[in-house]
């Protein structure tokens, strides 16, 4: 018997000793404590338990295609490039090793090293390949990896606030399964009169006019009905076409609930038509939202929208709470939540500024309420402050200190509202109120020019703040304009692009070393906790930002960045997903922290106990963080940092 073969012998040996315990350690750490007992025996019965000690290479790229299939029983194994080099991966009790080069019949792109003294099960490449013909969730999780992951994680969670509301809804429900009756539908030429007979006899909302060949061209609602009856010359035999809203917005039958409700809350709308090719198919009001969904989205939209107080809008934040947890529980996704938060958050603003106007006088002056930071990517979770400024226009500075000392009281006022409403002032004063926010289209433009032109940490830092922005309430045109310019300045400057690479270096991923899995605070108050938003979120939208801005991407929003940096192939489309899942769980552990604070009526926080976690988003956690670890080393390779 050679050396190999004897060692062969013994660790087979091993597993066939403590068969039950590997099989109850192994049950501990996912995919395997979704397998049944029978390809777990598989598993275990066919691997041997090997022993590596620390600097031993377990796997090299020199080593050729993959053969083996690798669990770590103890220890801890680096992924290591090149000799010297920091470790670009570390995997952990319980996890598995090297997947994607086993299923794509190739060689490791780095050497796999034990860490530490390490014991590792090992399955030949002919059983993990049985392994996966027989095991459905087993293959799941080797072909998806974290998506496998990432899907668990948000089960449990949309199931644990499904619990406290007893309803059973996925807001990610098809609308052609909400279709309730056939949709009723009219010739343009039927006259007002006749139209209004056939709503009231089928008892029925809305009213879509249609060609011969059933294309929509219109619809008629009982808001468009009190509109024309209010008019004392309206000729009710005049064809409905004269009437009706034109090109109405539509979305095909497959389209979400949510999708639904997100846009009839952005365009003010209470129907939806729905449109498979080029032919009427159904309609859904917000009724049937409401009825089978139990999410009062657009109701609280609207209500927020004609709020006749300040008070008013006060109590309606707890409604806000409320929604937020009805959407998880009915499957909506992180991006979907920030989005409909931010989308509340706007007509909050939109509202306490017209209110403001009301009660303070109309300053005379046309300004464009602008946002920065989340709320200018759509990313708002419920613990948010004021990042806020105001853009006039102006031919020269004189002007311009005219119009500011107009703006600048109202301005205050409406600060000190949107903090009433839960909007908390911003401690660094980056605020409406403060005349270096409240300045004119060629006053922002020179502040943009000065950040880009003259790179100091200061201007650096006020890049991370401001280069983020949109319009809220007033005209978006300046804004438009405003990120071209900006887009233009940062193309045209290969230094600021470096230099703001860099900077977005600076928040690194809470990511531990062989001792711990995460990095933590070791003292103080936040003794043990780690910041999911500046050492999770941050590496992520800082360094997206940088290249969206350096490529030419207006976009705002990180994950549609993400998107657009894939479809311009500045980045592979796989490291896009994987940033992509990484972020939207970091969101996910965030949202659900907020949320159970919020129900505890707890101070928010974005700071968390990691040895609190579960097993399975502690290690989805750390694997996100990796991701975010990999974009920082990438963004460090392609601007030589």
């Not at 109590?315 to 939540?337: F, T, Y």
């Not at 409406?414 to 270096?436: Q, R, S, V, Y």
Request: aromatic share 8%.
């Amino acid at each position: 018997m050679t050396k190999q073969e004897a060692f062969a012998a013994a660790g087979r040996s091993a597993i066939q000793q403590n068969l039950q315990g590997i099989i109850a350690f192994l049950k501990n750490y996912p995919p395997f404590d979704q397998m049944g007992d029978e390809h777990l025996h598989f598993l275990v019965n066919n691997s041997q338990l090997l022993f590596f000690s620390q600097g031993e290479v377990i796997i090299s790229p020199h080593d050729g295609p993959v053969d083996d299939f690798y669990i770590v029983k103890q220890g801890h194994i680096h992924g290591i490039r090149q000799a010297g080099e920091s470790p670009t991966f570390e995997i952990s009790t319980g996890e598995c090793f090297p997947i994607a080069a086993l299923l794509a019949e190739r060689a490791t792109y780095t050497d796999h090293i034990a860490a530490e003294d390490s014991f590792c099960l090992k399955l030949g490449k002919a059983y993990f390949v049985k392994l996966l013909g027989q095991c459905e969730y087993f293959r799941d999780f080797c072909v998806r990896g974290i998506s496998s992951l990432l899907d668990a994680a948000t089960q449990k969670v949309q199931l644990n606030a499904a619990e406290s509301l007893g309803s059973q809804y996925s807001m990610n429900t098809q609308l052609v399964d909400l279709i309730s009756r056939p949709a009723v539908s009219c010739a343009p030429d039927l006259p007002l009169q006749q139209a209004v007979q056939l709503m009231h006899e089928h008892a029925i909302g809305s009213l879509a006019i249609v060609d011969p060949q059933a294309l929509p061209l219109g619809i008629f609602t009982l808001r468009d009905l009190r509109r024309v009856i209010a008019d004392p010359h309206t000729n009710l035999l005049a064809p409905i076409s004269n009437f009706m809203t034109a090109s109405p917005f539509g979305l095909r039958p497959s389209a979400s609930a949510f999708d639904a409700a997100l846009a009839m809350t952005e365009r003010h709308i209470a129907h939806v038509l729905l449109v498979e090719n080029n032919k009427l198919a159904g309609v859904i009001s917000e009724r049937d939202l409401f009825a089978l969904q139990r999410v009062d989205l657009v109701h609280l939209a609207r209500t927020i929208r004609h709020a006749s107080s300040l008070s008013m809008l006060v109590n309606l934040r707890d409604e806000v709470k409320e929604l937020v947890d009805r959407m998880i529980a009915h499957g909506a996704s992180p991006e979907q939540i920030t989005h409909l938060v931010t989308l509340l958050n706007d007509h909050t603003v939109c509202r306490v500024i017209e209110l403001c106007i009301a009660q303070f006088g109309d300053p005379g002056v046309p300004f464009t309420w602008v946002v920065f930071g989340s709320e200018a990517r759509r990313e708002q979770t419920l613990h948010t402050d004021q990042d806020n400024g105001i853009l006039f226009d102006a031919k020269d500075a004189q002007q311009a200190n005219a119009i500011r000392s107009k703006l600048l009281p109202l301005a205050r006022e409406i600060n000190i509202a949107l903090d009433k409403c839960g909007f908390t002032l911003c401690k660094g004063n980056i605020m409406a109120g403060n005349p270096e926010l409240c300045l004119s289209a060629l006053e922002w433009e020179s502040r943009f020019s000065q950040c880009v032109r003259n790179a100091t940490p200061e201007n650096l830092l006020k890049s991370t703040i401001y280069f983020d922005f949109r319009a809220v309430w007033g005209d978006v045109e300046p804004i438009k304009h405003l990120r071209q310019q900006l887009i233009s300045m940062i193309q045209d400057d290969k230094a600021f692009q470096r230099l703001l690479a860099d900077n977005a270096l600076q928040h690194k991923p809470a990511l531990g070393g062989i001792f711990r899995d995460f990095a933590v605070s070791k003292r103080g108050a936040s003794k043990d906790t780690l910041d999911l938003k500046t050492q999770g979120l941050a590496p992520f939208v800082d360094g997206i930002r940088v290249l969206a801005l350096s490529n030419g991407i207006t976009e705002v929003n990180t994950l549609k960045r993400i998107r657009s940096l894939v479809n311009k192939r500045i980045i592979d489309r796989l490291d896009g997903d994987a940033y992509a899942e990484a972020y939207h769980f970091v969101q996910l552990i965030r949202m659900q922290q907020h949320q159970q604070q919020a129900r505890n009526q707890l101070r928010y926080s974005n700071r968390i106990y990691p040895d609190e976690l579960n097993h399975l988003d502690r290690r989805i956690l750390r694997e996100s963080f990796r991701q975010a670890q990999r974009l920082q080393a990438s963004l460090s390779f392609r601007y030589k940092l």
